[in-house]
Antibody, heavy 126, light 107 residues
């Protein structure tokens, strides 16, 4: 079955750029009615949706992060990525990638995240 | 943004208890509501989607109900492996938002 694995630096300096990659295994990133998402969770706190990306490259981001976030997809490597610029301590969190299912139940389209990576901890500190 | 308010934020219960967690949306959103279970140190797992559909692999003691603004997650008979945090999430409108979570602890 499909598995996701986040990778990237665990420590990022303040004002620098956080870059993470999510590798997809067990299936093609381009197959099926799926797209891809990033979510984060500060220690001891709840979940925050960061944004989503379709394999076409189309994206949607959380408005609070929109000015600092980019996402990309590399279908040849079966990966998608997150970049967050100008980080501060408030960006310290566990970052998860997830697969989003688009489920058509005419006339509705439901969305849910059915496969998650294990998460990677990113600390912003000097 | 659609605000999701879960209650309670935590609860203590015994094995065999019936547990109910509620999630209220700040606006009507049909059935665009998912529930996730998260155990300490682990990633969330999809539990229920589209308000009422149980994800494969989870036992039938879990059930979801509701539509519009008010939603409920019910655990029919709490088992030791159910002690975890539970989050609701709306996918009616971006930005997708989560409830603050409900921690289910052992009494």
């Amino acid at each position: 079955q499909v598995q996701l694995q986040e990778s990237g630096p665990g420590l990022v300096m303040p004002s620098q750029t956080l870059s993470l990659t999510c590798s997809v295994s067990g299936g093609s990133i381009s197959s099926g009615s799926y797209f891809w998402s990033w979510i984060r969770q500060p220690a001891g706190k709840g979940l925050e949706w960061i944004g989503r990306i379709y394999t076409s490259g189309s994206t949607n981001f959380h408005p609070s992060l929109k000015s600092r976030v980019t996402m990309s997809v590399d279908t040849s490597k079966n990966q998608f990525s997150l970049r967050l610029t100008s980080v501060t301590a408030a960006d310290t969190a566990v970052y998860y990638c997830a697969r989003v299912v688009e489920w058509e139940v005419d006339p509705y389209y439901f969305y849910y995240m059915d496969v998650w990576g294990k998460g990677t901890t990113v600390t912003v500190s000097s | 943004d659609i605000q999701m308010t879960q209650s309670p934020s935590s609860l203590s219960a015994s094995v065999g208890d019936r547990v109910t967690i509620t999630c209220r949306a700040s606006q009507s959103m049909s059935s665009y509501l998912n529930w996730y279970q998260q155990k300490p140190g682990k990633a969330p797992e999809l539990l229920i989607y589209a308000a009422t559909t149980l994800q494969s692999g989870f036992p039938s003691r879990f059930s979801g109900s509701g539509s519009g603004i008010d939603f409920t997650l019910t655990i029919g008979s709490l088992q030791p492996e159910d002690f975890a945090s539970y989050y609701c999430q709306q996918t009616f409108r971006t930005p997708w938002t989560f409830g603050q979570g409900t921690k289910v602890e052992i009494k």
